[in-house]
């Protein structure tokens, strides 16, 4: 096509090489100045710009879409609040655990009560305070996890009402993709929260064929928190 525009009929051999060739060997040719293919069909620059966003847009559209059918690793926790006599949060422990397993959570579908996700109890190290979310989101970026990963289910402090927990379930079945594999913290809350990730899980399995891989519960031991597997 460069050639097509730089050299006119009767074509001689030896002006299409140079046509083909001098303008790339220039040593005055500035490479900001060359023209695309798209340019000397009459497409401006500013359109090939939108044009190559775009593409890229869907090229990334296209990568997340194979992604999710291959199936995501998902870890189901609820959240427990931040004791400010340790210096880990006990949800911590799972996800660094699944880290030196390598399996890395795609997603984290966390309950948080209203207590974790309003109360600014949880005391930073420059004297300001934040609740406890707002600290596990930071505590994922320290270990590498984009923040978009984790999709907060938002819930009542009291979950013994069943109704409540049809709602939490219903909610969680809206966020899992059929072919996910699934791991379980049941590291917070009570023993009645921990019966209920396991009844999700179970309806995850039947109703979007979601198996799970690892039940983790982490306790605070020292400085760090300690995650079991069964």
Known sequence: RYVEFTVQPPYA???LECAALHALLDSERN???DKTVAEFLGVSR????????????????????????MGRDVLLLYMSPKNQNYKTQTNEGAVRYLIKEKETPDCILALCSETVRKKAVVEMPDGSTCTTLEYF???????????????VIEVP????????????ISQLLEKIN????????LSGGMRDTAMLLVTAARCMRNLR??????VIYAELRGEEPVAHDR
């Open 209 to 214: 064929k979601v198996e799970t891989r690892r």
């Open 46 to 69: 500013a359109a090939v710009s939108q044009r190559r966003k775009t593409w890229q847009q869907k090229l990334v559209q296209m990568k997340t879409e194979q992604e999710d059918k």
């Open 31 to 33: 490479p900001a100045q």
């Open 13 to 15: 051999p030896k002006a």
């Open 137 to 151: 989101r930071d505590a994922l970026r320290r270990v590498g996890i984009p923040e978009e990963r984790l999709v």
């Open 157 to 168: 402090d009291s979950m013994d009402d069943e109704k409540k927990q049809f709602q939490a």
């Open 178 to 185: 059929e072919g996910d594999t699934l791991s379980i913290d």
